[in-house]
């Protein structure tokens, strides 16, 4: 069953202007811009109470995601399908508002985005798909991450039909561990190959790689270490499954304001430099090259959150 993520805080970049000179930046480099996403909040999609406070979260989270798969019981299952929920999701499908992400789990194979797909369209009917339905997948098995790559070459091959825009990987670590038959653990070092390989496998592709849930909700000191260790892996955000765990989780992925100037004094030498006609510039006795202004680039992009 698909994850679907409510993101509000920022509009898409289809919907922004198009004269922005952080848009001509991106155009110029061939750069896509990824609102960020430091903390993926998991609602439970059974639990009306939770859904019902919502509301008063929204803007101090990046992402929201309301959990249609493990967030509901199996034995709250069939009541959560009931004929009153499946004329709520009809409803939700045939307005003009659609999600602005999916969380696709458990993703295996290319023959799983096929699946997808073919849902998809059934479910927009007349209406047509475009690339401003997001989707993230996940990686929850042994099998998914050794085809991570061919299933993420897939997606941007279906990315070409206007079907959805591939952003980034979620890594699943519970149904990993069970998937290879390690032991979880607090300090996460079974899963130490597999986030690596995420994290090199995502960026390669220029997607963002979204880290682990930590467990203990209660333990922010391990929520803080670890979101710093996964921060400087080169993980975009990571999973929350409690909302004490957000400020803790998008501190860790934000940077710090130095580094904040420091990029935008960068951009603005680079945009001076472009206004002159000027190639390749220096900038605080340093050559700035593509992969430089990029970094400085991602780094603005994530203080001006929450972007979700």
Same mark, same amino acid.
């Given at each position: 069953?698909?994850?679907?993520?409510?993101?509000?805080?920022?509009?898409?970049?289809?919907?922004?202007?198009?004269?922005?000179?952080?848009?001509?930046?991106?155009?110029?480099?061939?750069?896509?811009?990824?609102?960020?996403r430091r903390a993926l909040l998991?609602?439970?999609?059974?639990?009306?109470?939770?859904?019902?406070?919502?509301?008063?979260?929204?803007?101090?989270?990046?992402?929201?995601?309301?959990?249609?798969?493990?967030?509901?019981?199996?034995?709250?299952?069939?009541?959560?399908?009931?004929p009153n929920r499946l004329l709520?999701?009809?409803?939700?499908?045939?307005?003009?508002?659609?999600?602005?992400?999916?969380?696709?789990?458990?993703?295996?194979?290319?023959?799983?985005?096929?699946?997808?797909?073919?849902?998809?369209?059934?479910?927009?009917?007349?209406?047509?798909?475009?690339?401003?339905?997001?989707?993230?997948?996940?990686?929850?098995?042994?099998?998914?991450?050794?085809?991570?790559?061919?299933?993420?070459?897939?997606?941007?091959?279906?990315?070409?039909?206007?079907?959805?825009?591939?952003?980034?990987?979620?890594?699943?670590?519970?149904?990993?561990?069970?998937?290879?038959?390690?032991?979880?653990?607090?300090?996460?070092?079974?899963?130490?190959?597999?986030? +690596?390989?995420?994290?090199?496998? /995502?960026?390669? =592709?220029?997607? #963002?790689? &979204? @880290?682990?849930?930590?467990?203990?909700?209660?333990?922010?000191?391990?929520?803080?270490?670890?979101?710093?260790?996964?921060?400087?892996?080169?993980?975009?955000?990571?999973?929350?499954?409690?909302?004490?765990?957000?400020?803790?989780?998008?501190?860790?992925?934000?940077?710090?304001?130095?580094?904040?100037?420091?990029?935008?004094?960068?951009?603005?030498?680079?945009?001076?430099? +472009?206004?002159?006609?000027?190639? /390749?510039?220096? =900038?605080?006795? #340093?050559? &700035? @090259?593509?992969?430089?202004?990029?970094?400085?680039?991602?780094?603005?992009?994530?203080?001006?959150?929450?972007?979700?």
């Amino acid at each position: 069953m698909v994850r679907s993520s409510k993101e509000e805080n920022k509009p898409p970049i289809d919907s922004q202007p198009a004269s922005t000179p952080q848009q001509d930046i991106n155009e110029s480099l061939q750069r896509q811009y990824i609102r960020p996403r430091r903390a993926l909040l998991y609602c439970p999609g059974s639990d009306d109470r939770k859904i019902a406070k919502l509301s008063t979260i929204c803007g101090s989270v990046d992402t929201v995601v309301l959990d249609c798969e493990d967030g509901v019981a199996a034995n709250k299952k069939l009541s959560y399908l009931s004929p009153n929920r499946l004329l709520l999701v009809q409803v939700v499908l045939s307005g003009e508002k659609l999600p602005k992400t999916i969380l696709l789990p458990k993703v295996e194979t290319r023959e799983h985005l096929d699946s997808f797909a073919e849902k998809l369209v059934k479910a927009m009917g007349k209406r047509k798909t475009n690339k401003d339905l997001h989707l993230l997948t996940y990686v929850e098995s042994a099998k998914g991450l050794l085809n991570l790559r061919d299933v993420i070459q897939h997606a941007i091959e279906l990315s070409e039909f206007h079907l959805f825009s591939l952003e980034g990987i979620v890594f699943g670590s519970d149904d990993f561990c069970a998937s290879i038959g390690a032991t979880r653990t607090a300090g996460a070092s079974e899963t130490l190959l597999a986030r +690596q390989q995420v994290v090199l496998t /995502a960026k390669a =592709f220029d997607l #963002q790689a &979204i @880290d682990v849930v930590y467990i203990d909700f209660k333990d922010i000191e391990g929520l803080r270490a670890q979101s710093l260790e996964g921060a400087n892996m080169g993980f975009s955000g990571k999973q929350a499954i409690h909302p004490t765990q957000v400020p803790v989780i998008q501190e860790a992925f934000s940077p710090p304001p130095e580094r904040v100037e420091w990029a935008r004094r960068l951009v603005d030498e680079y945009k001076k430099s +472009q206004s002159e006609g000027k190639g /390749a510039f220096v =900038f605080e006795g #340093q050559m &700035i @090259d593509r992969p430089l202004l990029l970094q400085a680039l991602n780094i603005i992009d994530i203080a001006v959150g929450p972007g979700g």
